[in-house]
């Protein structure tokens, strides 16, 4: 006998699935681990969000976190699309800056931390620097591809149209041409950006941030705070995403629709 | 105006493994204003490096080529160029695609869609303006890409087997179309072909080149009066000439390979 099961774009087998990882979270750490600073039970986490809430720091967190998030993700765009333009585009800079950006690429952004202390001190900015380094690689990479990828044609019959210099090539031929490639690299650029941010934010930048606060309740050993602001950390994340996507293809990558990648 | 004077026109490329290959040698050709004439030849025969030179996109490695007098350095506003195919920008909406050449010569948007869309209405997509290229079938782009070329109002038309991916139908139709343009409009169209029957359909003459070296090896009259008949006796006869002539270098191509062992 045939099951009909609901489509694919059916939000039925979201809620199952997760509704099923609820239950088993709440027996595991109720019946099995039974040691909430181990394992926090669904609804003691909930109780937490409750309490926090009530507290009120909530609003403050988010907006701090934002502010270091677009700190680095914003010095990760002004940086990196000219620089991806620029070796993109003119393959004497290419070879001279490829090998400085091979060096410094592989060094992981945490490892930057002290010298961002030194040289911003326990401000903003030095959160905002270590998100930028994490954030402007793939930035510039992928800046970098699309420029490498344009086909030859569009070049080609945009100089037959009058589009001749450098400048105008870049800006009515290059860019659109390789905005889908900008668009997938600044996606993952705001996701990097987002992953570093716990780690800016856990040596003192600022009283307040959604990945200070981690390592606050953390040493308070309240650990079910720790983890709803995980939780709030993840969601954010999703909703950061899914509006970026949202806006990309609705504006400025329309013509792509029904285009087959 | 729209002249073109070809003077000994050699390219060569360089290939990967150094050998040389010599894609034109020596061609000089005179084209005079209005004049639809077709490149037709084996492949490799330089019939688009050719188209290119004339555009300014490629360089000789010598001889010279003339529009109306005036050397060709580089791209330049006289001469327009409809690709093979997926030339139109895809970012940009048909209206704004035909108005781009104007948008490059700086003039304001009002005027610069007012020309674009009569130039769309010429093509017969006034319906499509606000369209995007992949919501167009390939007849409809190439359509496009023709009054993207018009709408400067180049003197000198170069095409480069713009319908050569379209199925037989649509390119007939297209053909008329075209030949309707060029007559209203006064251009001098120069068109690269692989088809026989398309170069004799359009052509006031035909350049036939044969390859490695690429030389002119005949240039044919076509002095049948338009709108010409496929069936025709006249018509069927240059058609059979032409593809005989093709199919003789393509021989000789198949023969130079057999002997250097490149099979």
């Known amino acids: 006998?045939?099951?009909?099961?609901?489509?694919?774009?059916?939000?039925?087998?979201?809620?199952?699935?997760?509704?099923?990882?609820?239950?088993?979270?709440?027996?595991?750490?109720?019946?099995?681990?039974?040691?909430?600073?181990?394992?926090?039970?669904?609804?003691?986490?909930?109780?937490?969000?409750?309490?926090?809430?009530?507290?009120?720091?909530?609003?403050?967190?988010?907006?701090?976190s934002m502010i270091h998030f677009f700190i680095g993700l914003?010095?990760?765009?002004?940086?990196?699309?000219?620089?991806?333009?620029?070796?993109?585009?003119?393959?004497?800079?290419?070879?001279?800056?490829?090998?400085?950006?091979?060096?410094?690429?592989?060094?992981?952004?945490?490892?930057?931390?002290?010298?961002?202390?030194?040289?911003?001190?326990?401000?903003?900015?030095?959160?905002?620097f270590v998100i930028f380094i994490g954030s402007v690689f793939p930035v510039l990479v992928n800046t970098y591809e699309g420029f490498r990828n344009?086909?030859?044609?569009?070049?080609?019959?945009?100089?037959?149209?009058?589009?001749?210099?450098?400048?105008?090539?870049?800006?009515f031929i290059?860019?659109?041409?390789?905005?889908?490639?900008?668009?997938?690299?600044?996606?993952?650029?705001?996701?990097?950006?987002?992953?570093?941010?716990?780690?800016?934010?856990?040596?003192?930048?600022?009283?307040?941030?959604?990945?200070?606060?981690?390592?606050?309740?953390?040493?308070?050993?309240?650990?079910?705070?720790?983890?709803?602001?995980?939780?709030?950390?993840?969601?954010?994340?999703?909703?950061?995403?899914?509006?970026?996507?949202?806006?990309?293809?609705?504006?400025?990558l329309k013509w792509r629709q029904g285009e087959v990648n | 105006m729209g002249s073109v004077e070809?003077?000994?026109?050699?390219?060569?490329?360089?290939?990967?493994?150094?050998?040389?290959?010599?894609?034109?040698?020596?061609?000089?050709?005179?084209?005079?204003?209005?004049?639809?004439?077709?490149?037709?030849?084996p492949s490799g025969c330089g019939k688009t490096t050719l188209l290119r030179i004339i555009a300014g996109l490629d360089h000789a490695n010598a001889g010279e080529v003339r529009v109306d007098g005036s050397l060709i350095t580089g791209p330049g506003q006289k001469v327009g160029m409809v690709f093979q195919e997926y030339s139109l920008f895809p970012w940009r909406s048909v209206l704004s695609n035909v108005a781009f050449g104007l948008q490059m010569r700086g003039i304001s948007k009002e005027e610069r869609y007012a020309v674009a869309r009569k130039y769309i209405s010429l093509v017969g997509l006034s319906q499509f303006e606000h369209s995007y290229p992949h919501e167009l079938s390939g007849g409809m782009k190439q359509r496009v890409a023709i009054a993207r070329a018009l709408a400067t109002d180049p003197d000198i038309l170069l095409m480069d087997e713009p319908f050569g991916a379209l199925d037989a139908q649509t390119r007939n139709h297209m053909q008329c179309e075209l030949l309707d343009i060029w007559e209203t409009k006064k251009k001098t169209i120069l068109f690269v072909t692989h088809s026989c029957d398309e170069a004799v359909f359009l052509s006031d003459r035909i350049v036939v080149l044969s390859p490695r070296p690429g030389i002119v090896r005949d240039i044919i009259n076509i002095p049948i009066s338009r709108p010409r008949d496929r069936t025709d006796k006249e018509f069927i006869d240059l058609r059979r000439h032409l593809l005989e002539m093709i199919e003789e270098e393509e021989r000789k191509e198949e023969r130079i390979k057999c002997k250097s062992g490149n099979l």
């Open chain 1, 1 to 64: 006998m045939k099951v009909n099961l609901p489509g694919s774009r059916s939000p039925g087998y979201a809620i199952l699935s997760i509704s099923v990882l609820l239950v088993l979270w709440q027996i595991l750490a109720d019946e099995v681990v039974r040691n909430h600073f181990i394992l926090p039970s669904f609804t003691d986490v909930i109780f937490a969000f409750y309490v926090l809430i009530s507290a009120g720091t909530l609003p403050m967190d988010f907006a701090v």
């Open chain 1, 74 to 128: 914003g010095l990760s765009l002004i940086v990196g699309v000219p620089a991806g333009i620029l070796i993109g585009w003119f393959p004497v800079a290419n070879r001279l800056l490829d090998p400085i950006i091979e060096i410094i690429r592989p060094i992981p952004p945490l490892a930057w931390i002290p010298f961002a202390i030194v040289w911003f001190g326990l401000t903003d900015l030095a959160a905002g």
């Open chain 1, 150 to 171: 344009i086909p030859r044609i569009f070049v080609e019959a945009g100089r037959m149209l009058g589009c001749t210099t450098n400048a105008a090539l870049i800006r």
């Open chain 1, 174 to 252: 290059a860019i659109p041409a390789a905005l889908p490639h900008l668009a997938a690299g600044f996606r993952v650029a705001s996701g990097v950006a987002w992953m570093c941010l716990v780690a800016a934010e856990m040596f003192g930048v600022s009283r307040f941030g959604l990945g200070q606060k981690i390592w606050w309740y953390y040493n308070l050993h309240q650990m079910d705070k720790v983890m709803v602001y995980m939780l709030i950390l993840g969601f954010i994340g999703l909703i950061i995403d899914y509006i970026f996507r949202y806006a990309m293809n609705r504006t400025l």
């Open chain 2, 6 to 41: 070809i003077s000994h026109i050699s390219r060569e490329f360089i290939r990967d493994d150094g050998d040389r290959v010599i894609a034109l040698s020596d061609i000089t050709l005179s084209i005079a204003d209005d004049e639809f004439v077709s490149f037709v030849g």
